[in-house]
């Protein structure tokens, strides 16, 4: 095969061979992509393609390579199943692009990845000879935080060789760890193991252990040092990080200055540009905060621990810094060494600042809400009357009572009406507006004035009065709100209750000690359609019966269910109209459950007086 001939020459002519093979090399191959795809999971083809293009970048024969393949899978070479399975999964994958040089994209998305990481990597980039040997490795990334044991930062070693920077470790098992790593993929551990180093500056020995991991056409490699200055170091980092904090000295008498690498990162400072001098840092601290930090430099002055927070600006950010700052004082009290701690608490003071904000808007609400709970209750009082005493009417007694939600600002839209209509008749009325507060009170007073006076100038009949006051509602407008009512119109000569409903729960009637809900003719809310039809029922009121009307308030729990919730109001009537007490409306009005604590209710209580009854009872 010439020299001259290209990648994909050679696979044709491999190809081509392999048309010609014998039978026996051509079962080899068979039998070596077999196994191959079965110890992967991949597929025959995929591992027929593989053995040819690997033959191919070697120039060697494809059978020949099967064969090798045989004897290493069955056990004829030592490690080859582990670094042939390997192999053939790296191959399988799509491969990374190699860089050209330590600088090429590759490098510089590796030293992206290791900025974020932290610690204590480095990724080396395998050198080899004019025979495909590993001669030596090149740096190409470094941690931001590594230092090695002579000092140098890892921004200092990218580019430069292993055997110019840790000559000791060629040829030792750390450089063994990489080789292996490099050609099968695996990851290695090593250590710990004594490292000496031929550095002035460096200790002349310590324990270190590696890891060692296969990325890209290189390695990533982990450096931990054992020795005691080394753990400290180690705690000390990590517990800048953990605390996003750092620390700082400065020697007033030589001028020196010393940061710690969390104090760089609370500065967002590269360290290669050493510490900000103090002038540079005061002129990072915002306006407003600056008598904060002259009141610091007062206290600290007079000998006292200086610990104060306030802002500075680093580039387009605002940060929120703590400080405290202590001193080494001569015979004078004077300082001559300052100490500081300074900690990034932006998130807190942050949330803080939120937390506070909100707490103010939660009080200006809470404040809102009070007024208008106020103002509810004054149109509520105004509007809606509640008389102490029973009330005679035709024919007819009635009692009401009025009990507010236990919580106090759900003020509610809950109504009665009990009167004399224009005709004779007496008009019974009791509705709920939907939702809470002076719009619901609002609704509510614009239905009951309008059923006061529609049942006195237009109609007593409940479907119609029920209509009109569904319209009103209906073309109020966006906004308007929906209401559930009942509407009954007694005849005093007869006894005879006609009535409607628009949503309500329907009225309990009591004769003799037993109690049963009336059956509701159809009604759909009020405000909810604007062709709303309603429908009447008609029953017989005889002397001593009780009738109750009342607003869900009354049953609904959020505990219990509607029947449930009926089941002790029935209970009251029952027992009241059994015993012949000698003032029944006022005793179920009395008797009646609690009040809902979510919602305000309303009941109305009537009884049929006979003939020549009076007073009150």
């Not at 753990?231 to 400065?250: C, D, H, I, K, M």
């Not at 507010?404 to 004399?420: E, K, L, N, S, T």
Request: hydrophobic content about 40%; some cysteine; charged content about 25%.
């Amino acid at each position: 095969m010439e020299p001259s001939q290209n990648y994909f020459d050679r696979l044709a002519d491999l190809d081509a061979r392999l048309g010609r093979a014998r039978g026996d090399d051509a079962m080899a191959l068979e039998r070596a992509a077999g196994i191959l795809a079965g110890r992967t999971s991949c597929r025959i083809a995929e591992a027929h393609a593989y053995l040819r293009r690997i033959a191919a970048d070697q120039g060697r024969e494809v059978f020949e390579l099967a064969a090798e393949v045989l004897a290493a899978l069955e056990g004829d070479a030592e490690d080859g199943p582990e670094r042939l399975r390997a192999a053939v999964a790296s191959a399988l994958r799509p491969p990374l692009r190699a860089p050209s040089s330590a600088g090429g994209d590759w490098a510089r998305v590796a030293q992206q990845v290791l900025d974020a990481l932290g610690g204590s990597h480095t990724v080396l980039m395998p050198v080899r000879g004019a025979g495909g040997r590993i001669e030596d490795y090149v740096f190409t990334a470094a941690g931001p935080e590594l230092v090695d044991i002579s000092g140098r930062r890892g921004t200092e070693i990218v580019g430069l060789r292993v055997s110019e920077v840790y000559p000791t470790l060629m040829g030792g098992p750390v450089w063994d760890a990489w080789e292996r790593c490099v050609a099968d993929g695996m990851p290695r551990q090593v250590g710990p193991i004594p490292y000496v180093s031929v550095l002035p500056r460096a200790p002349a020995e310590m324990s270190i252990s590696v890891q060692v991991r296969s990325v890209g056409p290189g390695v990533i490699n982990t450096w931990v040092r054992h020795d005691v200055e080394t753990r400290l170091e180690v705690r000390s980092a990590q517990t800048e990080r953990l605390g996003n904090l750092g620390w700082g000295e400065w020697d007033l008498v030589t001028g020196e200055i010393s940061w710690s690498p969390g104090l760089y990162r609370v500065y967002e400072r590269d360290p290669a540009g050493g510490p900000l001098s103090q002038q540079a840092l005061d002129a990072l601290t915002l306006p407003e905060d600056v008598p904060v930090r002259a009141q610091a430099a007062v206290d600290f002055a007079l000998g006292r621990t200086a610990d104060l927070t306030y802002r500075v600006r680093i580039g387009a950010r605002v940060k929120h810094l703590r400080m405290i700052a202590d001193a080494v004082r001569d015979s004078g009290g004077r300082p001559v060494r300052v100490f500081g701690v300074f900690q990034d608490v932006t998130a807190r003071e942050t949330t803080r600042i939120q937390l506070a904000r909100v707490e103010e808007e939660l009080l200006e609400h809470r404040r809102s809400l009070e007024v208008e709970h106020r103002l509810a209750a004054e149109l509520q009082h105004i509007v809606l009357p509640i008389p102490a005493e029973p009330i005679d009417l035709p024919r007819l007694r009635v009692a009401v009572r009025y009990l507010p939600a236990v919580q106090a600002q759900r003020v509610g839209g809950d109504w009665y009406h009990a009167a004399i209509a224009g005709d004779g008749s007496v008009v019974l009325a009791i509705g709920d507006v939907a939702g809470h507060g002076v719009r619901a009170a609002a609704c509510m007073a614009q239905l009951r004035h309008a059923l006061a006076a529609l049942a006195v100038t237009t109609t007593s009949d409940p479907a119609e009065l029920l209509s009109h006051l569904n319209h009103l509602l209906y073309v109020g407008g966006e906004g308007t709100r929906t209401a559930t009512a009942v509407v009954g119109r007694y005849l005093p000569d007869t006894g005879e209750l006609r009535w409607a409903q628009a949503g309500h729960p329907p009225p309990l009637h009591t004769r003799g000690g037993r109690t049963i809900e009336l059956d509701r003719p159809h009604g759909p809310l009020l405000g909810a359609v604007s062709t709303a039809a309603y429908g009447t029922a008609a029953m017989t009121i005889e002397p001593g019966d009780l009738l109750l009307l009342y607003t869900d308030g009354l049953v609904e729990r959020r505990d219990r269910t509607l029947r449930e919730g009926l089941i002790p109001v029935i209970s009251i009537l029952d027992r009241t109209s059994a015993q012949r007490s000698p003032q029944p409306v006022a005793d179920v009005i009395t008797q009646l459950p609690d009040a809902n604590p979510h919602d305000d209710t309303c009941v109305l209580a009537a009884r049929r007086l006979p003939v020549g009854e009076s007073g009150h009872g």
